[in-house]
Every structure is written in structure tokens, then in C-alpha cells.
T-cell receptor, first 119, second 119 residues
């Protein structure tokens, strides 16, 4: 199994409070992703990183920020949590490099997920 | 525009029979990769199979095969000899190959198909 750890695994927080989720990898993979999973929506990309301090927005980035100061850690921050951000959050990593979308063994490996409830 | 479409929210199949889960995609790139993931009720995301856009043969992994029809932009997952343990959500995903740096690494998911295997 790929070494990906998400913390915390479960969290309940109040509306308006800041929340930070952590993703830690031991695979030295270049790409790291944050997704949220909601019924009827599948997995939607929030932000991703393609290197230390290199990040880009995904489909549903509003209300979220990320940071990657080390290869192994990718942090997702909800600046002021809202009830609409209640979801299951997944971190993923992949090794894919430039122009290597068609190279085998570039699948993303996922963490166990974090269930976040905003009340 | 939605890039990955899974038109079957739910599917039923009899144990030991084969089942096809549909996936169509939209891209203007020539280089891309297609993936299928399984998510059992326990929540983890499990990589099943990969197909590169330049691969001439359909990918196979054990009981899983990917029916890749490039001109139709479809990448259907075929599960042969279904087992009770195949009951899960199945997600189709795509990674595009254009550009350099961050945009090349974006991994996009469909909304998923829930497969139920009946004994």
C-alpha cells in the first residue's frame, strides 16, 4: 500500500472556525491532490500541487486554500468553515511527470479519507 | 463542460455474470490516461485498471478489462464473473496530457456507478 496518511480521520467543527486537514506521504511523489466527495457528485478536485510551493486550483476551490512547504506534506485549510463544506475529503498522490499522462503506473493513490462535519 | 460521464447511477448484476459499466469522456488532447477506481462501502479508493490513449490493445487486469473505443471516446469497464465482493461504487477518471507543469497532472473523476451483485 502507498504510504499516505490523512489526519484527522474525523472532525466536527463549528461554522466560522478555521480547519486544517493534513496529508502526509512517504512515497516522494510529485503530485498531491485534495478532493471532496459528496453524494451525487463523485469526487471533485479542490486543489492540487505539482511540487513544493507549486499549487493550482481545481473545480471547487472557493473557500479553500492549500500549502505545500515540503514534498511529503499537503495541507488543506478551510479559512472559515461553512455547513456546505461538510463532506468526506480525500488526499491523493501520483508520480506522473511532465507529458507522461499516457505512461503506465501513473495512477493516483488515495488516503483513507477525512469525514468533516460543520455544525 | 463535464469531462467524464457515467450515465448509470446504479447497476444490478447476478453473481457469476459479466457486467459493463459505462464511461464516456471529453478531451481535445491526443495524450491522456483513463483510470477506473473501486470504492467499497468501507470508503477507500482502490485503483483497478489503466488505459493510455496510445495503447492499441484494451487493458486487462484479472477479471477487469477496459473496452476502449477511442473514436467514440468511451472507456467502459467490464467485470467478468461478478462476485459479491464486487458490490461497490465505481469511478471512471481521466488525466489529460497537454501542457507542462501543473495542468498536466489534473485527475478528473466521473460521478460514479453503484454496482450491486445479487447472489
Amino acid at each position: 500500500d502507498a504510504g499516505i496518511t490523512q489526519s484527522p480521520r474525523h472532525k466536527v467543527t463549528e461554522t466560522g472556525t478555521p480547519v486544517t486537514l493534513r496529508c502526509h506521504q512517504t512515497e516522494n511523489h510529485r503530485y498531491m491532490y485534495w478532493y471532496r466527495q459528496d453524494p451525487g457528485h463523485g469526487l471533485r478536485l479542490i486543489h492540487y500541487s505539482y511540487g513544493v510551493k507549486d499549487t493550482d486550483k481545481g473545480e471547487v476551490s472557493d473557500g479553500y486554500s492549500v500549502s505545500r512547504s515540503k514534498t511529503e506534506d499537503f495541507l488543506l485549510t478551510l479559512e472559515s468553515a461553512t455547513s456546505s463544506q461538510t463532506s468526506v475529503y480525500f488526499c491523493a498522490i501520483s508520480e506522473v511527470g511532465i507529458l507522461e499522462a499516457t505512461r503506465p503506473n501513473t495512477e493516483a493513490f488515495f488516503g483513507q479519507g477525512t469525514r468533516l462535519t460543520v455544525v | 463542460a463535464q469531462k467524464i460521464t457515467q450515465t448509470q447511477p446504479g447497476m444490478f448484476v447476478q453473481e457469476k455474470e459479466a457486467v459493463t459499466l459505462d464511461c464516456t469522456y471529453d478531451t481535445s488532447d491526443q495524450s491522456y490516461g483513463l483510470f477506473w477506481y473501486k470504492q467499497p462501502s468501507s470508503g477507500e479508493m482502490i485503483f483497478l485498471i489503466y488505459q493510455g490513449s496510445y495503447d492499441e490493445q484494451n487493458a486487462t487486469e484479472g477479471r477487469y478489462s477496459l473496452n476502449f473505443q477511442k473514436a467514440r471516446k468511451s472507456a467502459n469497464l467490464v467485470i467478468s464473473a461478478s462476485q459479491l465482493g464486487d458490490s461497490a461504487m465505481y469511478f471512471c477518471a481521466m488525466r489529460e496530457g497537454r501542457g507542462y507543469g501543473g495542468s498536466q497532472g489534473n485527475l478528473i473523476f466521473g460521478k460514479g456507478t453503484k454496482l450491486s451483485v445479487k447472489p
